[in-house]
């Protein structure tokens, strides 16, 4: 027989567990869920609106005293009323039982006198409620001007703490926008570095594309055609051909020159070795006995003696 209850024994302690496995998991995601709704709304929260809704709620609760007090005067007023009715009423009854004993009719004036005993008994009753409406009445005249001096100070404070919090919050913006810290500062400065990144990425580019131009890789897109290797290595063999073409002329034209300046030196060597006063050019030497080009113009006596075998 325990054999028999032992599975189901187990069964309902694996059940327990797994419920207690549950509440404790729904318990944990109910304290997360309350920090996180705790932290959203003391982020949301703003002093100055809870200080006013505060204030608003301290005024409708000033409110409700004061028609509170206004109510008990008002039934105080009318329990009053009641007792000057009941007196009015009691003191007529004893006037006609009186009038009622002059004539001989004790029977009315004994009648009168038991409506004067009923009536004087609800006027009793009216005193003691008219004297409790009045300690209530004064008792909540005084709570309203308590609550009222309360309210007077909570607003006072209220505009206080508000005044102190804007400026707080005004000089909070202020210094974080001097440091650059501010959601707002953060965001200028990003798009500023964009704006720079692009610029220079820009002005990079311009670089390059002046540099393909200069270097003329850009010509061929420009005029829309386009050159292969063979063209480009026989541009660069003509303009060779260009230069040492130049280079043979210029050659040619100092060789030539060369005889000229002999003769010239050799009559300065005939005359004088100094130039005239007031002329700018100067004595040059002759130049190096050497082998130069000997042109059919220039005489025979003129030419350079040749050096003898064995000469240095």
Request: charged share 30%; net charge neutral.
């Amino acid at each position: 027989m325990i054999a028999a209850r032992s599975p189901g024994l187990m069964a309902a302690k694996k059940l327990m567990k797994g419920t207690a496995a549950r509440m404790g998991v729904m318990k944990r995601v109910s304290l997360v869920f309350k920090a996180k709704a705790n932290r959203a709304l003391d982020k949301m929260e703003d002093p100055r609106e809870t200080l006013d809704y505060s204030y608003q709620r301290q005024l409708e609760l000033l409110t409700k005293v004061r028609r509170g007090v206004a109510d008990v005067a008002t039934s105080r007023k009318r329990v009053e009323l009641q007792m000057n009715q009941l007196q009015q009423q009691a003191n007529k009854l004893e006037d006609q039982a009186r009038k009622a004993l002059g004539m001989g009719r004790e029977d009315l004036a004994r009648n009168a006198l038991e409506r004067k005993a009923s009536a004087q008994g609800q006027l009793n009753d009216l005193q003691a409620q008219y004297a409790q409406l009045q300690a209530e009445e004064e008792k909540l005249t005084v709570a309203s001007q308590r609550l009222q001096a309360k309210v007077d100070t909570f607003r006072t404070r209220k505009e206080t703490i508000k005044a102190t919090y804007t400026a707080a919050e005004a000089q909070t913006r202020i210094n974080e926008a001097f440091s650059g810290i501010s959601e707002e500062m953060g965001d200028v400065g990003m798009a500023i570095q964009r704006a720079e990144d692009k610029t220079a990425q820009m002005q990079a580019r311009a670089g390059a594309i002046d540099e393909l131009m200069a270097s003329g890789a850009l010509d061929d897109a420009v005029g829309g055609s386009q050159r292969d290797d063979i063209q480009n290595e026989l541009d660069m063999m003509s303009a060779s051909s260009d230069v040492e073409n130049e280079l043979s002329r210029l050659k040619g034209e100092i060789t030539a020159g060369a005889p000229k300046q002999l003769e010239g030196s050799r009559d300065d060597a005939n005359g004088s070795n100094q130039a005239p006063q007031g002329q700018g050019t100067q004595y040059a030497p002759p130049p190096p006995q050497q082998a130069p080009t000997q042109p059919a113009s220039i005489p025979a006596s003129d030419r350079p003696a040749e050096p003898q075998d064995g000469e240095g």
